[in-house]
């Protein structure tokens, strides 16, 4: 990244923080005090450049890596590895049928991983509660947000969704912003997310 653009984006995220803690923290004096600390979010391992995807490899982002772990903490998450399916690993995808979501193994449809996953994925839910924000790999059966193909029993691809660590958290902690790595590609994105983020932030520490 050239640096005048790494410039740019440090200047937007500073700029996030002041309109998102004036949105909702009036008080002049609390204010400095809360945009003075760095904002937690959980993140797929895979995206900060960790091999834990279930060929070995990793999807580093380099804003994420570069710029944005100068202004936020990081909580490295990975369902799989949790549910202790390993690396590398046979690769799963979610089926529906009847509105119920199970995920399997692609080469071998009949083999289930879906409550190993769920297990994992309540123990990461609980482990994330201190959290401001989520980003997450885009597609994955365990962290796409919203683009993750669904298959029918035949095999057949008909939709796209959530993957199920995604579906278990927005339903648990509504309100709390969730994003995918695609989400976060232009900068209007990333400059929605912060403000989401920070503004988050702001509440938790207001209350
Ligand atoms: S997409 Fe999610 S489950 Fe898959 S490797 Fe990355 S962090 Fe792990």
């Given at each position: 990244m050239f640096g005048w653009q790494q410039g740019r984006l440090c200047y937007y995220i500073l700029l996030v923080r002041e309109i998102a803690a004036k949105l909702d923290c009036m008080d002049e004096e609390r204010e400095i005090e809360l945009t003075s600390e760095k904002p937690l979010i959980a993140i797929s391992r895979c995206l900060l450049g960790?091999?834990?995807?279930?060929?070995?490899?990793a999807r580093p982002v380099d804003w994420i890596v570069q710029i944005l772990s100068q202004h936020c903490d990081f909580l490295p998450i990975c369902p799989e590895l949790e549910a202790g399916f390993g690396v590398p690993r046979p690769p799963m995808r979610l089926q529906q049928q009847d509105g119920a979501v199970s995920v399997v193994l692609v080469d071998d449809p009949a083999a289930e991983r879906t409550e190993q996953l769920q297990v994992a994925c309540e123990r990461l839910l609980s482990e994330i509660n201190p959290v401001h924000g989520v980003i997450l790999k885009a597609r994955s059966p365990s962290c796409g947000v919203e683009d993750t193909p669904l298959f029918n029993k035949s095999g057949e691809q008909f939709a796209t969704g959530p993957g199920l660590f995604t579906r278990m958290c927005k339903a648990a902690k509504p309100g709390l912003p969730v994003i995918d790595d695609q989400g976060l590609q232009s900068e209007a994105g990333r400059v929605s997310f912060l403000i989401q983020v920070f503004r988050y932030c702001c509440r938790r520490r207001t209350r």
């Amino acid at each position: 990244m050239f640096g005048w653009q790494q410039g740019r984006l440090c200047y937007y995220i500073l700029l996030v923080r002041e309109i998102a803690a004036k949105l909702d923290c009036m008080d002049e004096e609390r204010e400095i005090e809360l945009t003075s600390e760095k904002p937690l979010i959980a993140i797929s391992r895979c995206l900060l450049g960790e091999p834990v995807r279930f060929n070995g490899e990793a999807r580093p982002v380099d804003w994420i890596v570069q710029i944005l772990s100068q202004h936020c903490d990081f909580l490295p998450i990975c369902p799989e590895l949790e549910a202790g399916f390993g690396v590398p690993r046979p690769p799963m995808r979610l089926q529906q049928q009847d509105g119920a979501v199970s995920v399997v193994l692609v080469d071998d449809p009949a083999a289930e991983r879906t409550e190993q996953l769920q297990v994992a994925c309540e123990r990461l839910l609980s482990e994330i509660n201190p959290v401001h924000g989520v980003i997450l790999k885009a597609r994955s059966p365990s962290c796409g947000v919203e683009d993750t193909p669904l298959f029918n029993k035949s095999g057949e691809q008909f939709a796209t969704g959530p993957g199920l660590f995604t579906r278990m958290c927005k339903a648990a902690k509504p309100g709390l912003p969730v994003i995918d790595d695609q989400g976060l590609q232009s900068e209007a994105g990333r400059v929605s997310f912060l403000i989401q983020v920070f503004r988050y932030c702001c509440r938790r520490r207001t209350r």
